[in-house]
């Protein structure tokens, strides 16, 4: 399974993103996939994770009421709106995928893209 993530850029605090996970598998419904970043310097953090069916989802505590993560199986996307964007959520962002349950846990996902960078400026 290869992994495309886009839609990063550099926004003023207070504002919004959208990033996109596009994916090669033709099932992706099959497949749990979440959104990690790593801040400058930092260890990799756990953004959002969403079943394969779109049922249930998990979100880090830093992110909770701010970033909704979606995914549309029919065009083998997946999704996460981020909005009152703060300096501190400043990091490369990574979409990730594994078969079975969603998991908070990076070991948990096989599949990872290269990354999209998201800068927020004060």
């Known amino acids: 399974v290869q992994l495309q993530a886009s839609g990063g850029g550099l926004v003023q605090a207070g504002g919004s993103l959208r990033l996109s996970c596009a994916s090669s598998?033709?099932?992706?419904?099959?497949?749990?996939v979440a959104w990690f970043r790593q801040p400058p310097g930092k260890e990799r953090e756990f953004v959002a994770a969403i079943s394969g069916s779109g049922d249930s989802s998990q979100y880090g505590d830093s992110v909770k009421g701010r970033f909704t993560i979606a995914r549309d199986n029919a065009k083998n996307s997946v999704y996460l709106q981020m909005d009152g964007l703060k300096p501190e959520d400043t990091a490369l962002y990574y979409c990730?995928?594994?078969?079975?349950?969603?998991?908070?846990?990076?070991?948990?996902?096989?599949?990872w893209g290269q990354g999209t960078q998201v800068t927020v400026s004060s």
């Open positions: 990730a995928a594994r078969q079975g349950a969603r998991s908070s846990r990076y070991s948990a996902y096989g599949y």
């Open positions: 598998a033709r099932t992706l419904s099959s497949y749990a």
